[in-house]
């Protein structure tokens, strides 16, 4: 199955991808650059930059046209401007665990509720300050919920979400975890480990969930995107034609395309992967389940 470029964003970091239907658009941030983007595939590409490095976003069910996002000191509301940037109003400010930290991986429960985890800048230092965070509509702060990573990653919920699915992307760990999630309260307890990716090609990364029930994960550093049933076995392998896919997400009108976004390393030869830092396209066969907005 060959990736087909959707765009030669040439993104430091390309994240958090998000189909959003209403508008059939695709939506993604591109860390270092603090930038939002949009790509449409009769209008073209947008983007809309931010004072602060944006990691995660999710949209507003509550605020049309408006986006949650986990940045470098919080959670913060951003809305497009017609001047290319970003208006932000801060949700929750999180003191973090260390200095020079910021948001990594985060989406929404079936229910609406924001789940987004924090990393150590210095990814290399291996610091055990990383955390997982929960907000909710209505609620005051951001709740710290799990803690012990270095960098939290690959969060999924299952299409019944009852299941939570979470990486630590750090070479030292390379593991993904299933919890049992309380759909009720946004509780996950039960932890258990449902892959270890260290045999594995590819460091976890970002992730997405089909209607199978099954878990889609970037392998980084290794130019593939695996699939993993809900017993966590290895059904499937496609690649991408960079070294960095960094996170995935369905979308299309029938949700059966998969876009990947990926990492450009700064400072390396690239003569190899020229379109690093791009979004691609799979079609892997199968269709995804739909994100859930933020207090939806």
């Known amino acids: 199955m060959q990736a087909e470029l959707v765009l030669d964003a040439r993104n430091g970091t390309g994240e958090s991808p998000v189909w959003h239907a209403a508008e059939q658009a695709l939506y993604w941030v591109d860390i270092p650059a603090r930038a939002l983007n949009r790509w449409h595939a009769s209008e073209g590409h947008a983007r809309w930059h931010a004072n602060e490095m944006i990691a995660c976003i999710a949209p507003r069910a509550d605020a049309p046209?408006?986006?949650?996002?986990?940045?470098?000191?919080?959670?913060?509301?951003?809305?497009?401007?017609?001047?290319?940037?970003?208006?932000?109003?801060?949700?929750?400010?999180?003191?973090?665990?260390?200095?020079?930290m910021r948001f990594n991986d985060g989406r929404c429960d079936r229910q609406g509720r924001f789940w987004a985890g924090t990393m150590l800048?210095?990814?290399?230092?291996g610091a055990r300050v990383g955390r997982l965070y929960r907000y909710g509509k209505g609620d005051d702060s951001a709740a710290l919920r799990l803690d012990d990573f270095i960098v939290p990653n690959g969060l999924a919920f299952s299409p019944d979400g009852r299941t939570m699915y979470l990486s630590d992307s750090h070479p030292q760990v390379q593991a993904v975890w299933a919890f049992d999630y309380d759909t009720n309260t946004g509780t996950p307890s039960n932890r258990r480990l449902f892959?270890?990716?260290?045999p594995l090609p590819g460091r976890p990364d970002g992730a997405a969930m089909d209607v199978d029930g099954c878990y889609w994960i970037c392998g980084n550093d290794a130019g593939q995107v695996h699939r993993f049933t809900p017993d966590g076995r290895l059904d499937r392998s496609?690649?991408?034609?960079?070294?960095?896919?960094a996170m995935c997400a369905f979308g299309g009108p029938a949700l059966d395309t998969l876009f990947v976004t990926s990492i450009r390393p700064g400072g390396t030869d690239l003569s190899?992967?020229?379109?690093?830092?791009?979004?691609?396209?799979l079609r892997p066969g199968v269709a995804g389940v739909p994100e859930s907005a933020f207090g939806g």
């Open 195 to 198: 892959v270890d990716m260290k």
């Open 238 to 245: 496609l690649e991408v034609p960079v070294k960095k896919p």
């Open 121 to 125: 800048l210095d990814m290399a230092a």
């Open 272 to 281: 190899d992967q020229p379109l690093a830092g791009g979004v691609f396209a």
């Open 65 to 100: 046209g408006a986006w949650i996002a986990g940045m470098e000191s919080g959670l913060f509301s951003l809305r497009p401007q017609t001047d290319g940037t970003l208006a932000a109003t801060s949700l929750a400010p999180v003191e973090h665990a260390a200095p020079a």
